[in-house]
């Protein structure tokens, strides 16, 4: 047993010295990667700990230099400039256990010093696992960018203007000052010098059941036969490597990843018409080319706690220590687990968005000003890491073909089943090469069937950096302004717009990872009202004025569309093994969809009610705040497909929004012009009008029953925006 508190502080071992300002360990009842499950803790989880960046470093500087120059010769404006931007950020990044460490003391029934429940574990020091990483690392980001242009103002006549020049942008990658970053690089890969990761393992030959017995689990190293606890499998056999157990990582000392690309050209081109020459009816329109950085702060430094090229092995570690106490974790030994590492092209193009424009303006007279425009932009080489080096394709660890199928009676009116899909509910068949060797039923961790030939060892996934996302934006705008007189002021803008998104998937085709963004139509309407003064009925004396002058009144008014929606499936529980993809653990594959087979939505005047398949088993909810859609249309995927259905991503359009906020001030003058003291009240959202929030559209069905376990199914249970409030505040400027 361990060294039990006995209510004095224990300072626990400390595996490293990067914990400098001597924190308190983190402290989690949980467990972390255990063997087998336990009695856990009896209610919500307590923990103890530090946000994964903290302390927390962040500074951030811009620099800009610029120089601009400007001849005018007849007709003809001509500039020139040239600008110098450099940033720098200095921020800390994720860290996994902490400087400070992490203590696990949940009740895995495989580690022999349980005491079976986790506060006891906590009291007796018994250790369920613990981590801790060797620094606490500062990504210092760093980026310069040179710009300059030419352009010319022509203006051929009284009517006609043109505007037309390009801009040339070099803009060299981010890079991390002083940090060493790593990336894998195929080339220099050798699966000999990887270490050896240790495979689940049964000392006794496996029951009819298929699963071995807890007290005949370990782990194995399949080259020597080293034997391990059964905790320590999916980690490396700490025998078999020194230096690092990673193979394949490039390293780059100076902090610099990415190649600078050449300087980018930028044309830019624009028109003004006067169309009657009566300065009341133009036509614009223009068009240009713009650049961006490639990527950002964090892809260069890191995403999570051991992703990212400066989380590279040894300068980073971050080992795991199982089924230990206070009193052994001094000596014990420490296992690493797979990483995942970033990789690919590091010619990566520069972003591009080409944007146009053409509108046609009127002044109708009085004040009031029209003006309709088409807008619209696409952009290209939009930047990801959605392409696996170390991918598993579908049907690699299971088939759909072989297997059982199951026809409960599911699918038919009054049951709240989802339709039964095609064939019935199959199990489909396991690879028999994949099948882990102390369950049968089970799939071997993703990692550990990346030992297998055709797959890089001992590396967990290997993000790729791909440039082949893009967007496509088109609108119509419309604006409408108008002033009447000196005290009120209308502005109004709609936009009707469609903006698709294509974010490429290895596994996927291009035609069916279009998907569809933002609210179609936006209308915003401003209101500017300057109350009048009381002087003509009070007298104009300095009371008066100061009390009844100045005071303004604004109002915005805000109506928007739904925003796109669709329904989605997946599987609750009761899924076999490694369907449906036949990956099983691969994130970013193969999308899960629902099959369609009819009408998104129930007859007219439907109610809701579980005998239209729509699972209601809450009758008291507000049946205005339901969406009456056919859940008999939407099935589960034939197994064939690897779970891609055949409904599309956006079948309907969620609740539209309505806002109004109104706002009253004034600024009094003080003994100087340049002190005021401004009174302002705010109400939002003054009629307190309740905005729905999209409905709940999520099946999640139970693959033994076909049972749709979403019981809020259709229904809204959320609200977009707040509810009415009034705020009051005085500001004093000096």
Known sequence: MGSPLAGTLVNPTQVFGGNYLQLIPNVNLGTNAPQTGGQGYFSDTPAFGFDSRW???????????????????????????????????????????????????????GNPNTSNYPLSNMLLGEIQSYGQDNVKQVNHARFYQYEWYLQDTFKISHRVTLDYGVRFQLIPQIYSAGALLGLFNASDYNASKTGTLLMPHCTVPLPASGTCPNADLNSINPKTGALYPYVDYNHFDPASWTGTPFSGIETFPNGKIFNMQHPQIGPRFGFAWDVFGDG?????????????????????????????????????????????????????????????????????????????????????GKGLVIEVSYV????????????????????????????????????????????????????????????NPVQTSAVLPINLLRTFPGFYNGIADITTFTANGGSTYNSLQEQLNKRFGKSVRFSSNWTWQK??????NQYEGQEVIKSIAGRKQVVNIQLNYSVPSATRFLGKNWLVRGVTEGWKIDAVLSYFSGNPDGVSCSVASGAPAGAFSGQDGVGSGVAYRCNMSGPVFLPAGTAPSVLND??????????????????SSFSLPPLSTNGFGNAPPVLFWGPGYENEDVSIYKAFTLKKESQHLIIRGD????????????????????????????????????????????????????
């Open 280 to 364: 009341k009816t133009s036509v614009r329109g223009g068009f240009g080319i713009f650049y961006n950085r490639a990527y950002s702060v964090d892809t260069i430094a890191a995403s999570g706690g051991t992703t990212g090229p400066i989380k590279v092995f040894p300068n980073f570690q971050s080992p795991t220590y199982f089924n230990q106490t206070f009193t052994t974790l001094a000596g014990a030994q420490s296992f690493v687990a797979p990483q995942t590492f970033l990789g690919g092209n590091l010619n990566m193009p520069d972003p591009t968005v080409n944007s146009w424009s053409f509108g046609v303006q009127r002044d109708l």
């Open 55 to 109: 302390p927390f470093d962040g500074t951030e500087l811009t620099d800009n230099y610029s120089t601009n120059w400007t001849n005018i010769r007849g007709k003809h404006t001509i500039k020139a400039g040239f600008n110098l931007e450099h940033g720098a950020r200095n921020v800390s990044v994720y860290e996994n256990y902490d400087i400070n460490g992490t203590y696990y003391f949940g009740n895995d029934q």
């Open 376 to 435: 619209g932009n696409n952009s290209h080489h939009a930047n990801g890491t959605n392409f696996n080096q170390n991918g598993v394709n579908p049907d690699t660890v299971w088939s759909p073909t072989g297997g059982t199928c199951a026809t409960p009676a599911v699918g038919s009116t009054g049951t709240g089943q989802l339709a039964m899909p095609a064939g019935g509910f199959c199990t489909g068949s396991l690879n028999p090469l994949y099948v």
């Open 614 to 631: 729509n699972n209601i088993t809450n009758s008291s909810f507000d049946k205005s705040l339901w969406y009456p859609i056919n859940a």
């Open 683 to 734: 109400i939002t959202n003054i009629r307190n009008h309740f905005n729905p929030g999209d409905p709940s559209t999520s099946f999640s069905i139970n693959y033994a029953t076909g049972v749709n376990t979403n019981t809020t199914f259709g229904q809204i249970t959320s609200q977009t925006g707040s509810p009415r409030a009034a705020a009051m505040s005085m500001r004093l400027t000096f």
């Open 499 to 504: 903006t698709t998104s294509i974010n490429p």
